[in-house]
């Protein structure tokens, strides 16, 4: 079968590899579409910090089961169409015996820790399958997993109907979350993103788009107040100055972008205002559910794929991505389909 083996810092390699062969609790998925995420350009630029190679890359996919053991009589059958919850969690430490698996101690991905997505097959354990309607777009499924991101999100967030939601950060994850407040109840949301191709996109699903923190305008927005909830999705030292300094007094700031470096964060604009600064990683089960939900029932949750490449195409949606040109969600899927 066909996949894209990451070889080592930009270079990846479009080759054949075998089939898999599964243990008793692991099942094959054909590849239907698989998404690039800002982790695999972390893997791709040599910068992950637990990623090596030969791997295959991609936690983000859609597909229908292939294979499953001799004698398995659970949940699912041959032809079920599926996505994953790639979390690999060690089900041992405090985190995980106190029903916070996605936060354990150890936590790995499908797709980093273990072969992911980008392939014509991919072997996974059972556990990880989450099963979708039968009726959903492959494509769809796909974006599953960052839409799950969202969820966590907002679930984590103080959140009410009528809110005023400002997101810093246009990119697939900002543009989802902002979806998901507006499912939520929020009555405005701003999206900040400098970006005028996602500016276009955000403003066709309804927000507010602006290049960069217009102060007049978000002020008077908010009757002066600020956002009730900023979500910070950009994960740049600009994004935290902005979060802070406009999201209202006792209101809350959630981080949900990822920092790869240490940033300044204004304490004492938290101090005197109160601020509730929170952080989130990945998802839980339920909102992986919801997040399936959210998917079949919306569609225009979709609008945030742009781009897709065969597998063979791989280097064209890594470079996109790495180059900064316009885009959003980028999937690849196999020749065969």
């Known amino acids: 079968m066909k996949a894209i083996l990451y070889r080592g810092k930009e270079e990846i390699q479009y080759t054949d590899i075998p089939l898999p062969i599964i243990g008793t609790d692991e099942a094959v998925i054909k590849i239907a579409f698989a998404g690039i995420c800002g982790s695999d350009m972390f893997i791709y630029t040599g910068t992950h910090p637990r990623a090596k190679a030969p791997l295959i890359m991609g936690h983000e996919f859609s597909g229908e089961i292939a294979q499953l053991p001799a004698g398995y009589n659970g949940a699912f059958a041959v032809g079920d169409k599926v996505t994953i919850n790639p979390l690999i969690s060690c089900l041992s430490c405090t985190p995980c015996q106190t029903g916070n698996t996605h936060v354990c101690k150890t936590l790995g991905l499908t797709g980093i820790d273990t072969d992911g997505g980008f392939t014509e097959y991919a072997k996974v354990p059972i556990n990880q399958l989450v099963k979708l309607p039968g009726n959903m777009n492959m494509e769809h499924g796909a974006i599953v997993e960052p839409v799950a991101v969202a969820v966590h999100a907002i679930r984590r967030s103080t959140l009410k ?12 994850i900002g543009v989802l979350v902002a979806l998901a407040a507006k499912h939520a109840g929020a009555e405005n949301i701003i999206v900040i993103e400098p970006n005028e191709f ?103 949750f979709a609008k945030v794929i742009t781009h897709k490449f065969s597998l063979q195409e791989a280097q064209k949606g890594l470079d996109l991505m790495r180059q900064g040109a316009d885009n959003l969600k980028v999937l690849l899927y196999p020749e065969q389909n």
């Open 161 to 172: 109907i009528g809110d005023k939601v400002l997101v810093i950060g246009g990119g697939p």
């Open 198 to 300: 996602r500016r276009n996109i955000i403003t066709e699903l309804g927000f507010i788009a602006m290049s960069q923190p217009e102060h007049e305008l978000i002020m008077n927005w908010t009757n002066g107040d600020g956002a009730d909830v900023v979500f910070e999705a950009a994960g740049v030292q600009a994004s935290m100055d902005a979060a802070t300094k406009y999201c209202k007094i006792r209101g809350q700031v959630v981080i949900v972008s990822s920092f790869k470096k240490a940033v300044y964060a204004d304490l004492l604009r938290v101090n005197f205002a109160e601020l509730n600064l929170i952080g989130i990683r990945v998802y839980t089960k339920k909102d992986f559910a919801a997040a399936v939900e959210l998917v079949e029932k919306y569609p225009e």
